[in-house]
């Protein structure tokens, strides 16, 4: 699956903004879809995630409350709305999709900093 993620930018601590990842597949309600973040000199970290039957959500301690994915399985898009944010936000975001049991296939990645 070839993904392609974009929304990311510069935005004040306490904005907004909102991602989109656009896959390449007519199978896109059959994966699992994730968005991760590596910001500098610090390894990938788990953001969050979206099942692909029951788009049930789960997300990581440090953006729960404050992100929220959702997908549109007609559009082939998964999204990353980003609230109040924070300088600890920026990094490069990636989304990812997967199986029930390992991610497969990654986007190249949108930048979002986050100035204080």
């Known amino acids: 699956v070839q993904l392609q993620a974009s929304g990311g930018g510069l935005v004040q601590a306490g904005g907004s903004l909102r991602l989109s990842c656009a896959a390449s597949?007519?199978?896109?309600?059959?994966?699992?879809m994730g968005w991760f973040r590596q910001a500098p000199g610090k390894e990938r970290e788990f953001v969050g995630g979206?099942?692909?039957?029951?788009?049930?959500?789960y997300y990581s301690d440090s953006v729960k409350g404050r992100f929220t994915i959702s997908r549109d399985n007609a559009k082939n898009t998964v999204y990353l709305q980003m609230n109040l944010l924070k300088p600890e936000d920026t990094a490069v975001y990636y989304c990812?999709?997967?199986?029930?049991?390992?991610?497969?296939?990654w986007g190249q990645g949108t930048q979002v900093t986050v100035s204080s």
């Open positions: 990812a999709a997967g199986s029930n049991t390992k991610w497969l296939d």
């Open positions: 597949t007519r199978t896109f309600s059959m994966f699992q």
């Open positions: 979206i099942l692909r039957v029951t788009s049930t959500t």
